[in-house]
Every structure is written in structure tokens, then in C-alpha cells.
């Protein structure tokens, strides 16, 4: 009986070893040096554990991975940089970005946007977002928004089409869309093509039946945010931003 139970007990053994051995594994990527991990393969559900040590004096970090990961991020005078996160049902890439501390940021809340129509400095600037649909053969969905959330910017890219055909492209037909982290230095960057711009309240009607683009600022005005429609200073302005989005968007 003894003999039988032990069997049974290995047998057991043997099949959760095949199945754990079994259950498929998704690729861990980083994009920067510095980065270490046990392993470059785990399985859902799996706790990670990566370390990143590669770290050089005056300089400031940003870590961050896809946005349905929750991570915990510490800091420890063995190990450098701590994360700890569970594995997602996908791959999933762990990015740094890094500045000199030293370098001089303007201070945004004291800067005048330069926009007509906005009378708050740069740093009340919260949203913008940019709208083209244009509804018809090889129809085209193009949005992309810059925001700030809990002092992140943020930048926000989605595409649709419809290809040799008629209608109008839904969520159904996404082709690709993202999230950028930004820093400061892209954000300003940002908030350059908008100067000598010109924002004006929003007219509902000049949506009718046209296909945009479409743009709306957003600015903390004492304590309320008002909403305005934007326009470009000149045409050049307008197709740089767009190249500048582009640029963004095709960020890995």
C-alpha cells in the first residue's frame, strides 16, 4: 500500500513538473543598458525581478513598461534600481530614459505659451489633441493627444484604416496606437510648434462633414480648465508637428 502511494505520489510529481515545463513563456526586453534578470523568458503570472545598476552621477531616470504591467520600483545600495512585477500574458519591454540633472530647465510656470487666446504660462497647458477621419474609400482615423497626468507627460497615438474599400474607420479598425512617456525636453519641444498659434472658442458646426484636422488646447485657468479650438501660425508649423507626432509615434 506504502508502495502504491508512493508511486502515486511521484507520478504526481512528474506531471505538474511537465506541466509547469509546458505552459508557455513570453520574451522579457529591455530597451537601454544596464538592465539585469534572472531570466529573459517567463511564464504568466510569474514574479519578475530586474535590477538595474548602470548609474551615473548628475543624472535623473525614468522606468516604465507597457501599461497594463503594475510595477513596484525601489531603490537598495546592493542592487541599484529594484522592479518587481508579474508576468503578462504577452511580451513585455522595460524602458529607461535618462537626463543630465545639471542641464537648465526653464521654469514653465513663468513662461508666457505665446498662443493668442491663452493667457496662462506654458505649464497650465494640460491637453491637446489632434483629430483627422477622413470617412469614405481608404478611409483614415488619425489621433494623437499630448497630456499630463500626476506630472507624467504623456503623449498618445492611434491609427485606423479601412484599405480598397468604403466607410468609415471604427475601433474595430485600429492598425496600430500607443503611449509615449515624454520628458520635459519633448514636451518642450512639444509646446514649441504651438507658438504664435491662435486658439479660439470651439465651433461645433465646423465639424459638419469635414474631415479636419481637428485641434483642441487645454489650460488651467484660476480653477477651472477651459477648452479651446487651436490653430497652427502658419501651414509649415502645422506639417512639421505632424512630422514631429510621426516621430514620436514610431518611438520602439
Same mark, same amino acid.
Given at each position: 500500500m506504502?508502495? #502504491? /502511494?508512493?508511486?502515486?505520489m511521484?507520478?504526481?510529481l ?21 538592465? =539585469? ?5 517567463? $511564464?504568466?503570472g510569474e ?20 501599461d497594463?504591467?503594475?510595477m ?11 522592479f #518587481? ?14 537626463h ?12 508666457? /505659451? ?5 493667457? $496662462?504660462p506654458?505649464?497650465?497647458? #494640460? ?6 477621419d477622413?470617412?469614405?474609400?481608404n ?14 507627460y ?5 491609427t ?8 468609415? $474607420?471604427? =475601433?474595430a479598425?485600429?492598425?496600430s496606437s500607443g ?18 498659434g491662435? /486658439?479660439?472658442?470651439p465651433? =461645433? ?21 477651459e ?5 497652427? $501660425?502658419?501651414?509649415?508649423r502645422?506639417l /512639421?508637428f505632424e512630422?514631429?507626432?510621426q ?6
Amino acid at each position: 500500500m506504502r508502495r #502504491t /502511494a508512493f508511486l502515486i505520489m511521484i507520478v504526481a510529481l512528474v506531471m505538474l513538473s511537465l506541466s509547469a515545463c509546458g505552459k508557455q513563456k513570453y520574451k522579457l526586453s529591455f530597451d537601454g543598458y544596464g538592465f =539585469e534578470s534572472g531570466k529573459t523568458e517567463y $511564464a504568466a503570472g510569474e514574479s519578475v525581478t530586474v535590477y538595474y545598476d548602470f548609474i551615473a552621477t548628475d543624472t535623473d531616470y525614468r522606468f516604465f513598461i507597457d501599461d497594463d504591467i503594475s510595477m513596484e520600483q525601489r531603490y537598495d545600495d546592493k542592487h541599484g534600481y529594484v522592479f #518587481t512585477f508579474r508576468m503578462p500574458e504577452h511580451d513585455a519591454t522595460l524602458h529607461v530614459e535618462s537626463h543630465n540633472s545639471m542641464l537648465y530647465v526653464p521654469p514653465l510656470d513663468h513662461m508666457d /505659451a505665446g498662443i493668442k487666446g491663452v493667457s $496662462a504660462p506654458l505649464g497650465d497647458i #494640460t491637453d491637446f489633441i489632434y483629430t483627422y477621419d477622413w470617412v469614405g474609400y481608404n478611409a483614415l482615423y488619425q489621433r494623437y493627444r499630448f497630456t499630463v497626468e500626476d506630472g507624467a507627460y504623456l503623449f498618445y497615438h492611434e491609427t485606423r484604416k479601412i484599405e480598397n474599400d468604403y466607410g468609415w $474607420a471604427s =475601433e474595430a479598425d485600429i492598425a496600430s496606437s500607443g503611449t509615449v512617456f515624454l520628458s520635459v525636453y519633448d514636451w518642450m519641444d512639444f509646446l514649441d510648434y504651438l507658438t504664435d498659434g491662435t /486658439a479660439a472658442e470651439p465651433v =461645433e458646426s465646423l465639424e459638419d462633414g469635414d474631415s479636419g484636422p481637428w485641434m483642441y488646447l487645454s489650460f488651467r485657468s484660476g480653477n477651472t480648465v477651459e477648452r479651446k479650438e487651436f490653430f497652427f $501660425a502658419s501651414p509649415d508649423r502645422w506639417l /512639421a508637428f505632424e512630422a514631429y507626432c510621426q516621430s514620436l509615434a514610431q518611438d520602439p
